[in-house]
């Protein structure tokens, strides 16, 4: 655990430090530099991209993970074969692009024609992407998330500001912003190879014939099974943003994308401590130490909800304040609700812990791939019922209803054949102190100033949360380890 609490909590500085720099470009300097169809235009291109990633991964991100602790020597070399493999997955998906351009293109012709002439930068975005997300996989296999984690929260978004500061100064022009995210992608994953050659983990080796015997093909098995999964998982994320750019409009996407990007801070801890928790998992598998994967499960699921909730309340206490400072707000706030019901929609996966991460380790991960095909399947039948009836906010329910579900049943799976359960009674606990936090809400005065605003509301928020938590005795863990860093 001590392991884990480190590297979560360097990860956790760096995603925070990410959203503040996140929270500058998503909120001010994207809004005030670039108008609704080109910040529409710039989210789309990034999100085609990154939805091809899973498939020309080919499931290698969890493959590495799985089977890299069943290596003892030889571990550049499953680095370079994965790193090759991929790229062979990328040379797949590219031709199936092009192959189906016509297609692709017909889906934006109508209402979002802008985004047809950027194509090409999407598969780039995509191809660094897929050899970052490798690159990613193989550290965290090493227990270094931290630095992979900078470059990809905190560098990549750095190399984004002044990408568009160089336009918002007339340097260079839309077109050069759209052609230079391929730059920023690719120094992204640069700076993640540097750090592990550094370590000098990132090594080219060629000798496969030394793996163990069936070592290959058992890898290569269970990662073309969880890509479907992963790529399912990605389709569930990132679905939405191209949905709505090809069914509604760039602006509406542009909107869309200010208030996931808001809701999206409420998940960072699951997101940095997930990261660590992975590797741990497949360990525990390995050596079938079931309780301790229990337990494991059931302490990150109250400790995330806790913070979580905490977030929660904050951002919802002070999202017109929030609003306020974002330019162009008349145009942006109308996602106002798109914020709370992405948000419900975060708590359930939070809540829920670490079910994906133990299927996935598990010998039940097949399972894992047939329900996430099936609830990508049911997100985007849900888009194109919701969406033309309710706009974005149809698209955020849509996704906050198939984020219950998808849950719902792993947590029905696992309690049936591991006898795995996250809840308990802190977990009661812990849902009154949000709910007692957010009805005292409405007891906040309202005030013109949103500095002043966002200050009396947040002493609020956080007043009434630990003392409702001091009277149910819960977060007992998480207040004693910031008094310890506090001595």
Same mark, same amino acid.
């Given at each position: 655990?001590?392991?884990?609490?480190?590297?979560?909590?360097?990860?956790?500085?760096?995603?925070?430090?990410?959203?503040?720099?996140?929270?500058?470009?998503?909120?001010?300097?994207?809004?005030?530099?670039?108008?609704?169809?080109?910040?529409?235009?710039?989210?789309?291109?990034?999100?085609?991209?990154?939805?091809?990633?899973?498939?020309?991964?080919?499931?290698?991100?969890?493959?590495?993970?799985?089977?890299?602790?069943?290596?003892?020597?030889?571990?550049?070399?499953?680095?370079?074969?994965?790193?090759?493999?991929?790229?062979?997955?990328?040379?797949?998906?590219?031709?199936?692009?092009?192959?189906?351009?016509?297609? /692709?293109?017909?889906?934006?012709?109508?209402?979002?024609? $802008? &985004?047809?002439?950027? %194509?090409?930068?999407?598969? =780039? @975005? #995509? *191809?660094?992407?897929?050899?970052?997300?490798?690159?990613?996989?193989?550290?965290?296999?090493? /227990?270094?998330?931290?630095?992979?984690?900078?470059?990809? $929260? &905190?560098?990549?978004? %750095?190399?984004?500001?002044? =990408? @568009? #500061? *160089?336009?918002?100064?007339?340097?260079?022009?839309?077109?050069?912003?759209?052609?230079?995210? /391929?730059?920023?992608?690719?120094?992204?994953?640069?700076?993640?190879?540097?750090?592990?050659?550094?370590?000098?983990?990132?090594?080219?080796?060629?000798?496969?014939?030394?793996?163990?015997?069936?070592?290959?093909?058992?890898?290569?098995?269970?990662?073309?099974?969880?890509?479907?999964?992963?790529?399912?998982?990605?389709?569930?994320?990132?679905?939405?943003?191209?949905?709505?750019?090809?069914?509604?409009?760039?602006?509406?996407?542009?909107?869309?994308?200010?208030?996931?990007?808001?809701?999206?801070?409420?998940?960072?801890?699951?997101?940095?401590?997930?990261?660590?928790?992975?590797?741990?998992?497949?360990?525990?598998?390995?050596?079938?130490?079931?309780?301790?994967?229990?337990?494991?499960?059931?302490?990150?699921?109250?400790?995330?909800?806790?913070?979580?909730?905490?977030?929660?309340?904050?951002?919802?206490?002070?999202?017109?304040?929030?609003?306020?400072?974002?330019?162009?707000?008349?145009?942006?706030?109308?996602?106002?609700?798109?914020?709370?019901?992405?948000?419900?929609?975060?708590?359930?996966?939070?809540?829920?812990?670490?079910?994906?991460?133990?299927?996935?380790?598990?010998?039940?991960?097949?399972?894992?791939?047939?329900?996430?095909?099936?609830?990508?399947?049911?997100?985007?039948?849900?888009?194109?019922?919701?969406?033309?009836?309710?706009?974005?906010?149809?698209?955020?329910?849509?996704?906050?209803?198939?984020?219950?579900?998808?849950?719902?049943?792993?947590?029905?799976?696992?309690?049936?054949?591991?006898?795995?359960?996250?809840?308990?009674?802190?977990?009661?606990?812990?849902?009154?102190?949000?709910?007692?936090?957010?009805?005292?809400?409405?007891?906040?005065?309202?005030?013109?100033?949103?500095?002043?605003?966002?200050?009396?509301?947040?002493?609020?928020?956080?007043?009434?949360?630990?003392?409702?938590?001091?009277?149910?005795?819960?977060?007992?863990?998480?207040?004693?380890?910031?008094?310890?860093?506090?001595?």
């Amino acid at each position: 655990m001590r392991k884990i609490a480190f590297q979560s909590i360097q990860t956790t500085i760096f995603s925070y430090f990410g959203v503040v720099l996140g929270y500058i470009n998503v909120l001010w300097l994207y809004p005030y530099a670039l108008d609704t169809t080109q910040l529409g235009t710039f989210r789309t291109i990034q999100d085609l991209g990154l939805l091809l990633v899973p498939f020309a991964q080919l499931g290698l991100g969890h493959g590495i993970t799985r089977y890299f602790p069943k290596l003892e020597r030889n571990h550049a070399a499953l680095l370079t074969f994965s790193l090759l493999f991929s790229f062979l997955g990328f040379g797949i998906v590219s031709l199936l692009f092009f192959g189906f351009r016509q297609q /692709v293109i017909s889906l934006f012709a109508s209402n979002s024609p $802008e &985004v047809i002439d950027f %194509l090409g930068v999407a598969l =780039l @975005v #995509a *191809l660094f992407s897929v050899w970052s997300s490798v690159l990613d996989a193989f550290a965290r296999s090493f /227990v270094k998330v931290g630095i992979p984690t900078f470059f990809r $929260e &905190v560098f990549l978004r %750095l190399l984004t500001s002044i =990408l @568009v #500061a *160089l336009y918002l100064l007339k340097w260079i022009d839309f077109d050069q912003v759209m052609q230079g995210l /391929v730059l920023v992608y690719g120094a992204s994953m640069l700076g993640v190879g540097a750090y592990m050659g550094w370590l000098g983990v990132f090594k080219l080796d060629f000798s496969w014939g030394q793996f163990p015997e069936g070592f290959k093909s058992s890898l290569l098995k269970y990662s073309l099974i969880t890509f479907l999964a992963t790529a399912a998982s990605t389709l569930i994320l990132k679905i939405d943003s191209v949905m709505i750019s090809s069914m509604l409009s760039l602006e509406a996407n542009a909107i869309y994308s200010i208030a996931f990007y808001m809701a999206l801070v409420i998940e960072l801890p699951r997101r940095a401590i997930s990261q660590v928790a992975m590797p741990l998992i497949a360990e525990h598998f390995a050596q079938q130490r079931i309780q301790e994967i229990n337990h494991l499960y059931r302490q990150l699921s109250n400790r995330q909800l806790y913070i979580c909730l905490l977030l929660f309340a904050l951002i919802w206490a002070n999202i017109d304040s929030i609003y306020h400072f974002v330019p162009n707000r008349e145009i942006y706030q109308t996602g106002k609700w798109v914020v709370f019901i992405i948000s419900l929609g975060k708590l359930v996966d939070v809540a829920f812990s670490l079910n994906s991460e133990i299927l996935v380790f598990s010998s039940y991960y097949r399972f894992n791939l047939l329900l996430t095909v099936c609830m990508s399947g049911l997100l985007i039948a849900a888009n194109y019922f919701l969406i033309p009836i309710m706009g974005i906010e149809g698209a955020a329910l849509g996704s906050a209803a198939a984020m219950l579900a998808y849950n719902l049943v792993k947590y029905g799976y696992l309690k049936w054949k591991l006898n795995l359960d996250p809840f308990s009674v802190e977990t009661l606990k812990i849902l009154v102190v949000g709910i007692v936090t957010v009805f005292a809400l409405y007891l906040s005065p309202a005030l013109s100033n949103p500095f002043l605003s966002i200050f009396t509301t947040s002493l609020l928020v956080l007043g009434v949360f630990v003392g409702s938590s001091a009277l149910l005795g819960v977060g007992k863990e998480e207040w004693a380890w910031l008094k310890n860093r506090g001595k």
